[in-house]
């Protein structure tokens, strides 16, 4: 035993609650628990001890380097003449603490199978963008050319890894920038979900080819759930539970009886089931933090539950909290891929299209938009951290919501165009004189007589009809009955004036 340096694990005593640490039976197990060390720095002023204590490590000769790595910081400037990026790259990822072991794990292959096969030799100080950016275009040209090209996702996911790796590098002095910042990489696109229509169906029978992410119709949806119950599918509930509340298959085996609150209608989502790299399977934590979540349960759900629970009793089987839903052998869960390999057969003999198990968390999306929800309780459901990737990647537009949502359009361009048209097709007359007769009569000054030898005399108003103000507004040529009853009225009072004289 190397002195500071010990394992210890994260279980629990079940009398206590306490953490075991260093006493765990099981630690003497292979991947049982991780490697930490203690370290004892000199002391500042004021203070009498300070320690240092880290833990995570992989191995305990990893945990022995990282805390002779703090005890003698001038080693770094001595090894940062000759390291290389190989080097480096493998002192970085056995130090690192804090992640999960599923991102250890893929940091590691992406150092062994693309960095250093494409960096490994160069010195860390000597790299430049430019090697990086021609390492990153030889990696995709090299797969693309033996027939299995590189996704972009994995490309920028080994990027990531390089920049993180580099970062860590520059924040310790031993490079001055990293130079995984500004490259570019290749362009593409993040596969669509597109749903299954007839068109798209009927070029799946005459050529074969599906796409890379395809979700089922409302139709299709319950006719696949349909089958399922007909047959007496024993893991009808846990499809069921997947189309409608798009469930991980990891999240779907890990469920247990305790997680299931009908009285409140409401299941739990607290852990999943993954296959570790020895094989074994393992209980951890959600994906993420937002993958921690409680769902609602609709009615069909909650029966579906309740029923499974008869007949779990009445075979004579366990319904504790602890005891999980979908049992496989024994008290163990299901194995997640026993889950993909299954629901593969029973896509294929329901005469379906093709579909993913993980398409069914896309489908539970596009459902739940089409059902009038909005993309906040979308990403709810799905235990998303950002809603951006519900809404670019986990939702589909199913034809019925899209048809129902240009009938709406139609419909209210249509009405606007109908009265419009209606309004259009009255006559300018008739328009005018409405709108005359809305205004009412009004006053206007009839014409002024010349004075006589009182005075001058101050001109008479008189009212005018409607008739005669529309009379007036119909514009010269119009010749109507008011208009020559104003003609007549005019002559009168020109041969009144003529007689007076």
Known sequence: MLSGVYKRCGCRDRATGRQLGARCPSLRQRGHGSWSFCLDLPSGSGRKRRQVRRGGFA????????????????????????????????????????????????????VRLYLIPKLGERRLRDLTSVQVQAAFTSIARCRAAAGHPLARGTLKRVHATLRAALNYAASLGVIEGNPARMIRLPPGRRPHAVVWTAPRLAWWRRTGTRPAVAVWTVGQTAQFLSWLRQTGEPLYPLFHLAAMLGLRRGELAGLQWGDIDVAAQVLVVSRQVRR????????????????????????????VLRRLREERIAAGGSVEPATFLFPGYGDRSVDPDRLTKLFRQLNTASGLPPVRLHDL??????????????????????????????????TSVLDEHAHRG????????????KRLARRLRRPVRQRRRDTARARGPRQVAAPARRSTAAGHRAP??????????????????CVTRGSRQESQERRLSADAIRTRR
């Open 276 to 303: 570790e790299p020895g094989g074994r399977l393992a209980v951890v934590r959600p994906k993420s933090e937002a993958s921690n979540r409680v769902v609602a349960l609709d009615q069909v759900s909650l029966a």
């Open 406 to 417: 240009a009938r709406a359009t139609a419909e209210l361009i249509l009405a606007t165009e």
């Open 460 to 477: 008479t108003f008189t009212t005018r009809s409607p008739a005669t103000t529309a009379n007036e507004t119909a514009g010269p040529g």
């Open 59 to 110: 191995t305990q000769q990893a945990a022995w380097e990282a805390r002779e790595f703090l005890r003698n910081p001038s080693d770094v400037e001595q090894a940062a003449e000759i390291v290389t990026v190989g080097e480096w790259l493998r002192w970085w990822v056995d130090h690192l603490e804090d992640l999960r072991e599923s991102t250890v794990r893929g940091y590691r292959s992406h």
């Open 361 to 394: 968390r896309h489908g539970a999306a596009s459902l739940a938009l089409a059902a009038g929800n909005d993309l906040k309780f979308v990403q709810a459901l799905l235990g998303h951290a950002s809603i951006v990737l519900t809404a670019d990647t986990y």
